[in-house]
């Protein structure tokens, strides 16, 4: 079973920028469609982002859009999401994850996640 780690998560003013990371325990990685997610506290967990296994197509929930960068290493078994511009309401647990149905499904199966806290 592949493993999935988040990093990358912290404290930022609004404005800033923070690159999460996932890392993933196998090669077979590389043959997935991959997610970010987020959780903020209250809230259920909602899609952010999503990339083709090849890198070449991307998906994006319309809050983020301009705004983060989801883009992938195979070689390296990375898979990571550029946040630019935060906003206190982009608070949340940042978790990745397999997608199986394009662009946003999952098999519900979720590593620790990664904090993402904005400030105003």
């Known amino acids: 079973q592949v493993r999935l780690v988040e990093s990358g998560g912290g404290l930022v003013q609004a404005g800033g920028s923070l690159r999460l990371s996932c890392a993933a325990s196998?090669?077979?990685?590389?043959?997935?469609?991959m997610g970010w997610f987020r959780q903020a506290p209250g809230k259920e967990r909602e899609f952010v982002a999503t990339?083709?296994?090849?890198?070449?197509?991307?998906y994006y929930t319309d809050s983020v859009k301009g705004r983060f960068t989801i883009s992938r290493d195979n070689a390296k078994n990375m898979v990571y999401l550029q946040m630019t511009s935060l906003k206190p309401e982009d608070t949340a647990l940042y978790y990745c994850?397999?997608?199986?149905?394009?662009?946003?499904?999952?098999?519900?199966?979720w590593g620790q996640g990664t904090q993402v806290t904005v400030s105003s």
């Open positions: 994850a397999r997608v199986t149905s394009w662009p946003s499904g999952t098999q519900g199966s």
């Open positions: 990339i083709m296994w090849t890198g070449s197509k991307t």
């Open positions: 196998e090669r077979t990685f590389s043959d997935w469609n």
